[in-house]
């Protein structure tokens, strides 16, 4: 215990007695470092928002759609050539599947202009077309005002609900309720706004919309058009079985074979979220690997400079091993002063790493998250590569010969 704390002692005494040169040495490994507890931030920050995010659209509801969802590369001609998914697959669901309690039929067009007499939103508005039980199949609420009704929704009259965003843009400090707004030159009366909700994932949001009724929407966007069937399950603990229901209820009217791929998506949160978890593992890997480059730089660095610390203190080690020191003494000196060296780079980059993390959750409002076993990881490696790039000088420094040593200027 004596000799480590004296190697500790010494390795510290070195570090300070040139610290330029020690922190120039120690960029690739701070580089590295701070890159993996800045991502590993950034992805469990995005964990949390999407796990936050998705318990918005319910707990027991579950969507089917003709299109994939998620990340990825898909061949999209080959999903336009399955058959749309329509009003009436929601109504046999409804009436077929017993798990089911209620189906919300939808489609939306984005990139939309709204406007008023004396104002407009950009074109970035989201329309949506829906059913009167869009609201507890999708996890909106009601901020002011109503939802469209059954007789509204079959008359498809001209009556729209309005996201905060789009009521903030057209009625800044006024109450947008009974007032009319345009969309593609139509007129609608708003007769309510939403619940404020956020944004998705921090890139879209979720207040920027109006909805209005599907045999609304329909003439002014195309009838021939997938719906997207929101469902709800009866009872939370009912959603398996209800997803059960409804595939085997569509494949059987889409004359679907047993052993034949399915030409819908049933879309849950559990598989966006092993979506987006796939997503994360690409990123942590490059991460890794990115880390893994510098900290091989870094290490170079370290090998450098302590073959230079060799040479420099030539005379020192030989004056130690005149005196009795053995070979693993002097092994362990010059080891100990490789990892100390590497590790404080590693403690350099995970105080980095952490600022960039509370500067991002400070300036954008992301929930960044450093995970404890980023920390340890990180300085293990860091620590792990000042040991192996450590080695051959420390050898180098046991393997000398005393007298030869004494004799070096």
Known sequence: M????????????????????SLLTLLGIVIGVTTVITMMALIEGLRIKVNRDLSQLGANTFQTTKWPSGFGRFNWAKYAKRPNLTVDDARAIVESCPSVGAVGPADDEGGQKVATASAETRPSVRVYGATPEYPETSGITIGSGRFFTDTEAVDGRSVAVVGVDVADALFPGADPLNHEIRIKGRPFTVIGVLQRRGSFLGMMSMDNMVIMPLRTFQPLYGKNRSLDLNIQARDPTLVTKAQDEVTNLLRRRRDVGPTEEANFEVVTNESMTESFNQLSQVITIAGFGVCLLSLVVGGIGILNIMLVSVTERTKEIGIRKALG????????????????????????????????????????????VVPPWAVALSLGMSSGVGLIFGIYPAYRAARLDPVEAMRSE
């Open 2 to 21: 004596r000799a480590f704390l004296d190697n500790l002692r010494l390795a510290f005494g070195t570090f300070l007695g040139n610290p330029l040169r």
């Open 325 to 368: 020191a053995r070979r693993r003494r002097i092994l362990g000196q010059f080891a100990t002063e490789a990892v100390i060296l590497a590790l404080v780079g590693g403690v350099i980059g995970v105080a980095v790493g952490f600022g960039l993390a509370f500067l991002g959750r400070w300036m954008l409002g992301f929930p960044t």
